[in-house]
């Protein structure tokens, strides 16, 4: 097990990795395990979600020493892999002349990938060795390159298996670089650590790397085909593969669609006095969020919800759906989704995340149209 880094005893490498990790503006730090504090901020809809607990996720930690600790941790592991990425992208160059070297001189390529000499080309899947070329690695370089800018603009997860890989040898490389370098003391486990952050699921990763079956004949690896239909993917890696028109829009739309808020800033406060919005805080506060929640009085007339009495707990049919959708995307700053009366009444609503009039954070459950035909 790595030793346990002591927050108040940093060494001024360790600090310096620390600063490292903070040009990696894309990688939020719940990605690496820590959920508390003030980086949790901002106008999105996770903004103080409660947990399946009941609690904010910051209260898990038992002390103030415990979410320091899970802090610097953090931020190590930011730092770490902030400093792999031109190791990653320069060694896979090396990978790829090696390779192609080797082929022209009529050398043993195969011999070369289980050298000391392999530079990322030995982290990948052992049992597809045979189909490590320079071909294959010229396709992984340009993955690897949308990697590391994902990783400072914004990630969003994998888009391809390759990207999987990846990140995992982003990840490899900074830990071990980060442990010899800076005495980060962050070894396997929070390899796991970071892996499960960057993926979330690493159950077909592991399967990966697994021996092949004896006997079997693997057939040449598809890592480069999109996981989703619409994603977009450079035609470089899978020219067959490209998104239709209408594959393209949705994407676009899942995306970059976002719902501005109606009341925002003091305009709020107007609203709830004159009754356009209904406060449902009190409600929410005990169930789903912390922050201020209000729904537009126009949706609860749509559903029928009007006059009803506070212990039919109307507001479920509204807090629900919206606190799974802030679970989900916890970063986006709305979030479009379907809302039903007692009656079978459907409604199209979003839930927005704003600031009042003291620029802090608030939820509103705004009316976008009505359902035309049955969901």
Known sequence: MAPEIDPHDLTPRQIELINEGRKLEGMHLSLFGYFGGPELQGACIGRMQLDEDGQLPASSYESPEDRLRELVLAQLLRGALRQ???IVLDAIFEDIFALRTLKAAGGDTQQYITSAGAR???MLPPAYRRYYT????QRFAVVA??????FELGWEGPRTFAHELAAYCFARKGIRHADIEYGAGLGAVNLDRLMIGLLEETAVLEKTYLPAPEGDELKPPAWFVPHDAASRVNPYLH???????EQVDLLEHQLSHEVAEKYAGPARQKALAGGALVDISPYASRQYFLCPVAVEHSVVAALGLDDLPPESEWEDLLLHPAWHGAAEHPTWKSFD???????GQHLYVALVAGTDEMDSPVLTIQYLGEVIDEP
Do not use: N, Q, R
Not at 145 to 150: C, G, K, L
């Open 239 to 245: 020219p067959e593969g490209m998104p239709s028109t």
């Open 84 to 86: 792999s990425i031109p």
């Open 134 to 137: 320079s071909d294959l690695m």
């Open 337 to 343: 989704y379907i809302a039903a009366g007692f009656e």
């Open 145 to 150: 390159a949308e990697v590391a800018s994902d």
């Open 120 to 122: 990322v080309v030995d």
